[in-house]
């Protein structure tokens, strides 16, 4: 029937705006830096108007909030098949979904990462949202070992995976020339070992 528009294309449309806005705006901080970049700025790169960019995001900040790699992460680890162990699991679904992303849109999701360390504001906004926290991680964890994402043990694990994830961004803060993913990916091989220091005796006392 003419006239009507497909709601499944208009919702594309919209992602790929979205992600065009993303991927010059990250160009933008990685060249001139946050502070010295505009919005006027992005939406000259992305030829688009002042208006389109707040018709797709609010702020400066939510242009690096748009999280559209965890979701790839995401389907990797479900396309895993049953019977591998969780956190080697969890370690090949990092591996294989950064992989999957071409060359550029991996050095841009470092870019995003090293604004998430580096930007306060926006390291609030992700505590707040929890979106590398606990919850997020124990529905993706449940879902997998069938168990509700309540239970002590997949939140318990799930707050682990998070620590993990912090200490692959304080490591990675100190060390300009690490990479988050390889880092990461590092983090949790050592968990595999057990929680590093867990029966190590106190040698020192206050």
């Known amino acids: 029937m003419s006239g009507v528009t497909d709601p499944g294309l208009r919702e594309r449309k919209k992602a790929r705006t979205r992600a065009e806005l993303q991927r010059h705006a990250l160009r933008l901080f990685r060249d001139r830096g946050w502070a010295a970049t505009t919005v006027d700025d992005i939406a000259a790169a992305a030829d688009v108007s002042r208006s389109t960019f707040f018709r797709y995001f609010p702020t400066k900040e939510d242009v ?3 999280d559209d790699v965890d979701p790839v992460f995401e389907a990797a680890f479900r396309a895993i098949p049953a019977g591998r162990p969780l956190l080697d699991a969890l370690r090949t679904c990092l591996r294989d979904g950064f992989a999957s ?3 550029e849109k991996r050095a841009l999701e ?3 990462m090293d604004l998430a360390r580096s930007i306060p504001q926006i390291a609030a906004a992700l505590r707040e949202r929890d979106t590398w926290g606990v919850e997020n991680t124990a529905r993706m964890v449940a879902e997998a070992v069938g168990r509700p994402p309540d239970d002590p043990d ?3 694990f799930a707050g682990v995976v998070t620590g993990a994830r912090l200490a692959a961004h ?3 803060h100190r060390d300009a020339g690490r990479g988050y993913i390889e880092t ?3 983090v949790l091989g050592r968990l595999g070992a057990g929680i590093p220091l867990a ?3 106190i040698v020192t006392s206050s």
């Open 184 to 186: 990461l990916d590092a």
């Open 101 to 103: 992303l071409d060359e």
């Open 64 to 66: 690096v909030l748009l």
């Open 199 to 201: 029966d190590a005796p």
């Open 110 to 112: 470092e870019v995003r």
């Open 154 to 156: 997949v939140v318990l």
């Open 170 to 172: 304080t490591l990675v």
